[in-house]
């Protein structure tokens, strides 16, 4: 059973910048892409960004995280990451990687989420 565990996030200041961890066993993960996603209170979930599981190609779909979120992997450690700088007050959400085996864009594993909190 494949199991995606992610950890990194907290309170921080506007401005500040976490680094959210994201830990998979049971699989193969070296054959996975792998995505990020958040979901703020009342809003729906939203689609960050994903790393190819070669790590020669990364995609980010929101405006909002270009240039400040960067996703990249580590597969001897089975391990996906999530950098986020300078972060904002609306980066508040609950953050949720996801594995998609097949790179075909159908996340079919997920974590339980980590909480980011960005004061103002």
């Known amino acids: 059973q494949v199991q995606l565990v992610e950890s990194g996030g907290g309170l921080v200041q506007a401005g500040g910048s976490l680094r959210l961890s994201c830990a998979v066993s049971?699989?193969?993960?070296?054959?996975?892409?792998m995505g990020w996603f958040r979901q703020a209170p009342g809003k729906e979930r939203e689609f960050l960004g994903s790393?190819?599981?070669?790590?020669?190609?990364?995609?980010y779909s929101s405006d909002s995280v270009k240039g400040r979120f960067t996703v990249s992997r580590d597969n001897a450690k089975s391990m996906a990451y999530l950098q986020m700088n300078n972060l904002k007050p609306e980066d508040t959400a609950l953050y949720y990687c996801?594995?998609?085996?097949?790179?075909?864009?159908?996340?079919?594993?997920w974590g339980q989420g980590t909480q980011v909190t960005v004061s103002s």
């Open positions: 996801a594995a998609d085996p097949g790179e075909t864009g159908l996340y079919e594993y």
């Open positions: 049971g699989g193969t993960f070296s054959s996975y892409a």
């Open positions: 790393i190819n599981w070669r790590s020669s190609s990364s995609y």
